[in-house]
């Protein structure tokens, strides 16, 4: 399995967050990216990890983003810390604590910035809402033999709506990278379909958002009731006008166990299964176009992967064991399509490493022995 990185992951680093009131250490942390890299990296012959190069991928990045979100909230990202700074605020990076009341600041009208000149840590600030990763994860897959890839990305993105950050997320990963996949297989009649499923422990309120009226996009979650973010993630939230039906909630309670948690996720791939994001057509005139070998396929699966589901997780109340992240790759493997994972959350820095690997490893087991094109 290929998988992306990118050294600009690793720039974000709030020294802290408040949690119940609470001042303490930041758990969305550069240390998470490094634990999931060196466990992979331990295994060479089961992965292999590539750097993107951001600078000069040859992709407009930005336009890709605005499909997902609005322009003002970009600018806003992007401006924000220099005026904070500017208006007397704590040289201290922003949390997000501080970011969820950005409704209150009017986002257009300012002037475009330069990113060169902005201070440094405007600067991480800039570079840390990557999405070169996803995209060059995305795209390599196409082309590649591997029946799944892996982005390696932090922060992650599933709480990060068309125009609202929070839950640690400023830019959906996850909902660029569908955009992305969608538009870059555009064939002249309809959209192709991408399903996205989402086995972080928390509602992702953001790809829920993002999605919720498009029918070519289903979004599935399987999440914990009741926790953060507090107000999204019931079974009756199925979707708007044209988009009724493809967005579909499991939520299950705190304390969930193995057993329970890998039969709602068994339900919740027949959802996709009955989906069934159909590309055969498009299969064949991207083979014409490109005049490429028999092994192009491309993905029509998202996963979003938190493991912060994990017994021992600091935020999370869900009881799964590390054996059942195994589990989760291989139920994941049964759609039997090419798959794109990207990192969502999960806080346990020591196993969070192992429980991914599990995932991965899981799917790919499986994948090589069930999964053909
Ligand atoms: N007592 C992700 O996993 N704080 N975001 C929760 C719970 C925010 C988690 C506090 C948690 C956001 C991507
Ligand atoms: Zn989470």
Redesign the pocket.
């Known amino acids: 399995m290929k998988v992306f990185w990118d050294p600009i992951c690793l720039l974000h680093d709030p020294p802290y967050?408040i949690?119940?009131g609470n001042k303490v250490p930041y758990?969305?942390s550069p240390a998470r990216l490094q634990v999931i890299k060196k466990e992979l990296e331990e295994h060479p012959s089961l992965f292999q990890l590539e750097l993107t190069d951001s600078s000069s991928g040859g992709i407009d990045i930005t336009g890709h983003v605005e499909t997902v979100h609005g322009r003002g909230y970009l600018n806003y990202l992007r401006n924000a810390y220099d005026e904070w700074v500017r208006d007397g605020g704590s040289a201290v990076p922003l949390s997000?604590n501080i970011f969820s009341g950005h409704r209150l600041t009017p986002p257009s009208g300012r002037a475009k910035v330069h990113v060169d000149s902005l201070s440094p840590v405007a600067k991480a600030g800039y570079y840390c809402f990557d999405l070169s990763l996803t995209y060059s994860s995305a795209i390599a897959s196409v082309n590649c033999r591997n029946v799944g890839v892996f982005a390696l990305c932090r922060p992650?993105?599933?709480?990060a709506g068309t125009s609202l950050s929070?839950?640690?997320?400023f830019i959906n990963n996850v909902a660029v990278a569908a955009q992305f996949l969608q538009g870059f297989n555009q064939r002249p009649t309809d959209k192709p379909s991408v399903a996205i499923l989402d086995v972080?422990?928390?509602h992702g309120n953001g790809t829920q958002e993002i999605f919720y009226s498009d029918p070519s996009v289903l979004y599935v979650s399987l999440h914990a009731e009741d926790?953060?973010?507090y107000f999204t993630g019931s079974t009756t939230e199925k979707g708007i006008n044209d988009g009724v039906g493809t967005n579909i909630n499991y939520p299950l309670p705190r304390g969930t166990q193995d057993s329970d948690y890998c039969a709602a996720l068994s339900n919740a791939v027949e959802e996709i299964k009955k989906f069934d994001p159909g590309y055969l057509l498009l299969r064949f005139f991207v083979f014409l176009y490109r005049g490429l070998n028999l092994s192009l396929r491309l993905i029509e699966h998202l996963i979003s992967l938190?493991v912060?589901t994990f017994i021992d997780d600091p935020?999370g109340d869900f009881k799964l064991s590390p054996s059942c992240y195994t589990r989760i790759g291989q139920i994941v493997a049964d759609l039997g399509k090419p798959t794109l994972f990207v990192m969502?959350?999960?806080?346990h820095i020591e196993m969070i490493g192992k429980n991914v690997r599990a995932v991965l490893q899981g799917f790919e087991e499986q994948g090589t022995t069930d999964v053909r094109p």
């Open positions: 967050e949690l119940s758990f969305e997000d992650p993105g599933h709480h929070g839950g640690y997320c972080d422990y928390h926790d953060y973010p938190g912060d935020i969502e959350g999960g806080y």
